[in-house]
Nanobody, 122 residues
Framework: QVQLKESGPGLVKPSQTLSLTCTVS??????????FMWIRQAPGKGLEWMGA???????YYRPSLKSHISISRDTSKNEFSLHLSSVTPEDTAVYYC??????????????WGQGTQVTVSS
């Protein structure tokens, strides 16, 4: 059974960098064909895909976030991380990590973390 768990600070000040880590157990982040995603949900809004890092370390980012997002990984710890710089209160959301595969033009998600609340406030 694959499990994903987000960790990181729950409160970040405006203009600072938000950093979250997703620790994966029960499966390797280098397993072929999988994408490891960051997704968020702001209050009252739908899920927003932020970006991904693949099993072979390629990264993909939402165009609107590209100037201040990066996703990295540490294969020795089987974890991947999100870094979002210059945050504003609009970045307040529940942040999720998830695993997916690409199938016939769509991502198919099979495992999600439980989500972690991040509030951007001074």
């Amino acid at each position: 059974q694959v499990q994903l768990k987000e960790s990181g600070p729950g409160l970040v000040k405006p203009s600072q960098t938000l950093s979250l880590t997703c620790t994966v157990s029960g499966g390797s982040i280098t397993t072929s064909r999988y994408y490891f995603m960051w997704i968020r949900q702001a209050p009252g809004k739908g899920l927003e895909w932020m970006g991904a890092i693949t099993y072979d370390a390629r990264t993909y980012y939402r165009p609107s976030l590209k100037s201040h997002i990066s996703i990295s990984r540490d294969t020795s710890k089987n974890e991947f991380s999100l870094h979002l710089s210059s945050v504003t209160p609009e970045d307040t959301a529940v942040y999720y990590c998830a695993r997916a595969s690409w199938n016939v033009g769509n991502y198919e998600y099979d495992y999600w973390g439980q989500g972690t609340q991040v509030t951007v406030s001074s």
